[in-house]
């Protein structure tokens, strides 16, 4: 499949790894519930994006944040059998296609303390060529190796596990930042997500759901419907779908405890309590204050 770069100023088209200055006349909408990419509600925040489609996902990448506001895959039971064969190779790469303003470089996160988190997981990639794109870094965002290696690895499973129940669904990842907070890493000063969150859509179900979880040395998880996802980071991972469909929680699989979380089992069992406690809800009041127009 070719790779869309798209922005507010018009669309044109790269095959992965092309320049620039290569164009082609196409599109991704089947990586889209309904065939229509996730809304970025605010004016400003939309601004300097560019999208760019892989062989299995799509994302929205930041000129501000250089990284992807957000990650989407349309996730079948079929590719992820051939995802689960495939050898896993962390091999990070600035993402070329972008403008060098826009481009994040694994020098930023060099002695940062944060890992390199996937939106779209590589577990997820069926091939090598899908799997590769899943390492460019316009699909990642520092992540705290608490989250990352725990409860997010928790959230992944749990969703490639529904894929697997219901045969295909779709979703959408993405970080959330708080303006308040101005912690960043590496000399490009990448921007920290104070949450990041995995939205899906079942259309066998007929329903929807979202995880969100804290970007925090002790971090915690929940799941909550589509339409307060919205409200919370400004973003409809879905907006062809009804407004009824998005204020209700389908019936999500729960989170899945990760091979890192199963070493820490008194905290994985407390991250729902954990999500109550009043940093995380300090945290999650500051958010929804300044990112709700």
Same mark, same amino acid.
């Given at each position: 499949? &070719? ?36 809304? $970025? ?24 944040? /250089? ?87 928790? $959230? ?7 894929? /697997? ?6 979703? $959408? ?15 490009? /000063? ?9 939205? $899906? ?17 002790? &971090? ?18 879905? &907006? ?28 994985? /069992? ?24």
């Amino acid at each position: 499949m &070719p790779k869309i770069f798209w922005s507010v100023t018009g669309l044109l088209c790269l095959p992965f790894g092309a320049l620039l200055t290569v164009a082609e006349a196409t599109t991704c909408p089947d990586l889209f519930a309904k065939g229509v990419p996730p809304a $970025v509600l605010s004016e400003t925040a939309r601004g300097g994006t560019v999208m760019l489609c892989n062989d299995q996902y799509a994302v929205l990448a930041s000129e501000q944040t /250089r990284g992807p506001l957000w990650s989407a895959e349309d996730l079948t039971e079929e590719n992820l059998e051939i995802a689960d064969r495939m050898q896993r190779h962390d091999s990070f790469q600035p993402d070329t296609r972008l403008p060098l303003p826009m481009q994040a470089f694994t020098s930023d996160y060099t002695r940062s303390h944060y890992d390199r988190g996937h939106m779209t997981p590589s577990g997820d990639a069926a091939g090598a060529a899908a799997q590769k794109q899943s390492f460019l870094l316009s699909n990642i965002v520092p992540q705290t190796p608490e989250l990352n290696r725990g409860p997010w690895e928790g $959230v992944e499973s749990a969703v490639r596990g529904w894929a /697997r129940e219901e045969g295909e669904i779709f979703v $959408v990842t993405g970080p959330g930042y708080d303006p308040d907070q101005s912690q960043t890493i590496g000399s490009r /000063r990448i921007p920290v997500p104070a949450v990041t969150w995995k939205a $899906v859509y079942d259309p066998a179900g007929n329903g929807t759901g979202a995880y969100v979880c804290l970007n925090t040395a002790h &971090p915690s998880c929940r799941i909550t419907s589509v339409a307060m996802l919205t409200r919370l980071v400004n973003i409809d991972p879905f &907006p062809a779908l009804p407004a009824s469909m998005k204020d209700h929680v389908a019936g999500m699989p729960p989170i899945r405890e990760s091979p890192y979380a199963l070493a820490k089992q008194d905290r994985t /069992r407390k991250l729902l309590k954990e999500w109550g406690k009043k940093a995380a809800q300090k945290a999650l009041r500051a958010l929804v204050k300044s990112l709700v127009p």
